[in-house]
């Protein structure tokens, strides 16, 4: 067993808010004062304001009206190094695996979402396997551009398998894609395969080529689409946004377009991605895309591109760091779409909801955030 | 006052140049084109040739930008004095009218300097703001992991009421504590070279952002 080092006081304090945001979940009229009660008392205990504690009514409304087919939950870019230099990004990894492991009932499986290394050293991905290991649920993994750009993915092939998969749960197809492919740009600059690591590894280096799923990995989408009819659900796993965001920091898929044109004739498309590290939300057509936090650090809105939908996350405070970082679950509902959970750790979750989407943002709007990003 | 005697010093120079125009007349060697500097900077770099297309004469000073193509004698022919007398006077006249417009002792070698020494150091800041080693950091954090471009860190905002500092700091101060804190290395003196290239290239990303002091 891992040793998980919490104190006592913060674990007593993520069961209490992991009862009550069950107890929200089947609430009746009656009980409502004395969930109400609770929720009270816990916004007290960490110093936050009447109008922060509101959005838990936003939560009860979104979960009274219809219930999940059924609920996964994420950890991602944990990017760990080893041990021995940095063990504040091991402790926020086992945060999550704590937060996973404590959630009643569990979920059904649990998406690792990319990135799981920073430099994707062996010692690093052998690290990260064995801290997932604790996970109670089946994990369903996706490889990030941190993990493959040192051996092209040779080392995390070997301890996880394929990066392009897919699989049906309850009616729902899902498909894992392999969404950080990059045009050659190291050989013609005689890079070491750590030069090129450090290179994709840096957000703002430009050195770079733009995240790509690929001919290849395009073909074999097309090939695993045309086993599904066109009104079962698609749930996609990306690591990249699978949209177009920010060129500069490659919060970018260059054949997006192509690959949401496969998507457009179905009846519904959610993507779950990762990379960012921010609350992101966006909306294409019949496509919904759900940015995933981090767990190691968070990553300002860029300077432009942001998608209108997306409720921005409150800016994180430096001195705190757990803020702005956090897990998540997401509860799938009978038509495909999901209500999107974000876990922020030093803040209230906050749900983002199928029903805000389909709205086009009209109704159900997430609580903006006290101060924007600029 | 520096201005002055600079003109000062200036007017002199060009005195003498008129002075050697005659001393060559009179001595009755030609007055030819770089004439004037070669004599006094044998050894010095020397301003480009003056020519004229149509093969007249032309006549440099020796700030190497004034000259004068003189109509009707032929390049390599002798000025008679009083010609020799009427062009110094013209040119020294379209000198002093240039003087009179120049408030600025500063030269283009001047702005070539500033601007050289804003991209080394920024180019240096951008090199430690992405190598977490070389600022002292010890857990493998660098400052561009939470601040792509410097993305966050509003350089135009400094000095500003940090809550968590309680007082007014200035941007050094807000790295040092992310030096210390994030990156888990040692505060660096303030003027530290390593803290200004890192201010200056913070500065950089935010260039055209208005100035704003306490922003938050």
Redesign the interface.
């Known amino acids: 067993m891992w040793p998980l080092k919490w104190k006592k006081r913060e674990q007593e304090y993520r069961r209490e808010r992991a009862d009550f945001f069950q107890a929200v979940g089947r609430l009746d009229r009656r009980s409502f004062m004395k969930i109400a009660g609770t929720a009270g008392a816990l916004a007290a205990a960490q110093s936050i304001l009447p109008p922060h504690s509101f959005q838990l009514v936003d939560v009860v409304e979104a979960q009274t009206a219809e219930k999940p087919l059924f609920r996964f939950a994420y950890i991602s870019d944990t990017h760990l190094y080893e041990r021995t230099l940095n063990e504040r990004f091991v402790k926020a990894t086992l945060r999550a695996v704590q937060d996973i492991n404590a959630l009643d009932p569990q979920p059904d499986f649990v998406l690792f979402g990319g990135d799981l290394a920073q430099l994707g050293q062996p010692a690093e991905l052998e690290l990260g396997k064995e801290i997932l290991r604790e996970v109670k649920a089946p994990i369903k993994m996706m490889v990030g551009e941190h993990d493959w750009f040192l051996d092209m993915g040779e080392r995390w092939r070997e301890h996880f398998g394929q990066p392009q998969y897919s699989f049906d749960h309850k009616g729902i197809h899902f498909i894992t894609l392999m969404s950080v492919n990059e045009k050659d740009f190291w050989t013609e600059r005689k890079m070491t395969p750590m030069e090129r690591m450090l290179t994709v590894a840096g957000l703002d280096n430009s050195l770079q080529s733009r995240f790509e799923v690929g001919d290849e990995g395009r073909a074999w989408l097309r090939r695993d689409l045309a086993k599904v009819p066109r009104t079962t659900p698609v749930v996609i796993f990306s690591h990249s946004p699978l949209y177009k965001y920010y060129e500069p920091w490659n919060f970018w898929t260059a054949d997006a377009d192509q690959v949401q044109a496969m998507l457009f004739p179905f009846r519904s498309v959610t993507v779950i991605h990762g990379h960012t590290h921010q609350m992101l939300t966006h909306r294409i057509r019949n496509i919904h895309f759900h940015g995933m936090l981090s767990t190691a650090w968070p990553w300002p809105y860029a300077p432009e591109g942001l998608p209108k939908l997306t409720v921005q996350m409150d800016r994180a405070d430096p001195f705190d760091e757990a803020d702005g970082t956090g897990d998540g679950t997401i509860d799938v509902y009978r038509g495909g779409y999901v209500d999107k959970n974000h876990n922020l750790w030093s803040r209230n979750p906050l749900t983002v909801s199928r029903a805000y989407l389909e709205s086009w943002g009209r109704t159900n709007v997430p609580p903006a955030p006290e101060f924007k990003s600029y | 006052m520096i201005n002055k005697s600079y003109k000062l010093v200036t007017l002199a120079a060009f005195a003498l140049a008129a002075f050697m125009f005659s001393f060559s007349d009179r001595t009755g060697q030609a007055i030819s084109p770089g004439a004037v500097s070669a004599v006094a900077q044998q050894n010095q770099p020397r301003h480009p040739e003056a020519k004229s297309d149509s093969g007249n004469l032309v006549v440099q000073l020796c700030d190497g930008k004034t000259s004068m193509e003189i109509d009707g004698v032929r390049e390599g022919e002798v000025l008679t004095p009083e010609k020799a007398r009427e062009v110094a006077a013209k040119m020294m006249a379209a000198v002093a009218a240039e003087q009179s417009r120049q408030t600025s002792k500063w030269t283009e070698r001047d702005r070539l300097t500033w601007e050289r020494e804003q991209k080394r150091v920024i180019e240096e800041g951008d090199k430690l703001f992405?190598d977490w080693k070389a600022l002292g950091g010890t857990?493998?954090?660098s400052c561009?992991?939470?601040?792509?471009?410097a993305?966050?860190t509003?350089a135009e905002t400094y000095p500003k009421f940090q809550t968590?500092i309680k007082k007014v700091v200035s941007i050094r101060e807000m790295i040092n504590?992310?030096i210390e804190?994030?990156m888990e290395g040692k505060p660096l003196p303030l003027d530290d070279p390593r803290l200004i290239a890192v201010e200056a290239y913070m500065a950089a990303q935010r260039k055209g952002v208005p100035l704003d002091p306490g922003k938050?």
Do not use: F
């Open positions: 992405h857990i493998g954090i561009d992991m939470c601040h792509p471009n993305s966050n509003h968590q504590w992310c804190n994030p938050h």
